[in-house]
Structures are given as C-alpha cells and as structure tokens.
C-alpha cells in the first residue's frame, strides 16, 4: 500500500516550468528537467515513512543498514524522474561522503579493477559492470561508474565529485532497464549543468 501511495504522491504533484534550478545544500547547483521531481534533505527526512524500507527484500540487510539512517537523518536528496507508470520510479540520490576521489589514471585502473568483487560482496550476487573511467565536466575531474542496480531490471550510473580534498558528493542514478536511452541523455545534459559552489 506504501508503494503505491508514494507513486501516486510523485505523479500528482504539480510541474510548471521547462526546467528548473536546484541549489543544493550539499554545496552545488544544477538544472533538471520540468517534470523531475525534488526532495531536499528535510523532506526526506519528515517522510522517510513512504520509503517503506521494512519491506525491501531484494536488498541486502547490510546496505539497508547504511540507507535507512541517511534516510531518517536527512543526510540524502532524492530527485525522481516519474513515468506516468505505477513501476519502479528512476531516481537519484546525492549525498556527501568522507574521502578523496581518485583523479589520476593509474588509480581510477586499481579501483575499476577491484570494482566487481566489491559490489558482488555489497549485493551479494555477481554485477556487471559497463563503464568505469575518470570523466571531466566543467573543468571538474570525477570518477564515472555504471554497473547492474541492486534490484532486477535496474542499472545504476554513479558519479563521485570531489568537493573539497576530504569531501565528495556522490550522485547515484537507479534506473529501469528499459529507459537507459532516455534516462542517459537527461543525466548527461543533468551532470553537464552542476556548479560547485
């Protein structure tokens, strides 16, 4: 019943222009398109109850762990790209973490490397991976993953930003097997946009 409520809360609520601008308090600023859908850290935060993150089976209790206290704490963003469909909702999720992130080639090769044995532990199965490269934006070296989502029929694009030598901010993009063409011309144009502030 939660499912289902929080998709029918995401399609009903009102789109009004072309695009729109979000600042974030993460400390950057980016453009996305009219029909995305924005949660701030606050809103998140007051209404972790629509998640419904008791009932997620497919995911493994130790990365529920990790999630649901970003969740309850405020320490995440969510911009949804809603279809119309009552299915999985693509999304993104931004968050800050503690850590540099690798901006040579020697170091990116060592993480893409051992990327496929560190989320087959996290997921608990076997993950493709289908890209894994430094990338610059904006003048802004960061590092580009895109590997199978952690439930069926998804595939997640992650790009970790560095927004100071300690901190980067990392956006997660989990989205439906069936719109990665379209799904991946929004992100790009999305990433494209981001000003660090």
């Keep these: 019943m939660k499912n289902t409520f929080i998709l029918w809360f995401l399609m009903l609520l009102p789109v009004t222009a072309y695009s729109q601008d979000v600042n974030s308090s993460f400390g950057f600023k980016m453009t996305l398109p009219d029909y995305w859908i924005v949660l701030t850290r606050e809103e998140v935060k007051d209404n972790a109850d629509i998640f419904d993150l008791d009932n ?4 493994p209790e130790a990365l529920l762990n990790q999630v649901i206290p970003m969740i309850t704490s405020g320490k995440i963003e969510m911009y949804f790209r809603p279809d119309g469909t009552m ?10 973490q503690v850590g540099s992130v690798p901006t040579d080639e020697k170091t990116v090769a060592e993480v893409c490397k051992g990327l496929p044995q560190e989320l087959a532990h996290a997921f608990k199965r076997p993950v493709s991976i ?3 490269k430094l990338q ?7 590092l580009y ?10 595939r997640n694009i992650q790009y ?23 799904v991946k011309q929004e992100i790009n144009q999305i990433i494209n946009s981001i000003e660090l502030m």
């Design 130 to 132: 289908y890209g894994c």
């Design 145 to 154: 993953l895109e590997f199978d989502g952690i439930l069926a029929g998804t």
């Design 87 to 96: 299915e999985f909702i693509d999304n993104v999720n931004v968050y800050k």
């Design 160 to 182: 970790q930003i560095p927004k100071s030598k300690n901190i980067s901010i990392v956006f997660t993009v989990t989205f439906k097997n069936a719109s990665l063409k379209d």
């Design 56 to 59: 997620v089976k497919e995911v």
């Design 136 to 142: 610059t934006v904006n003048k802004i070296k960061m």
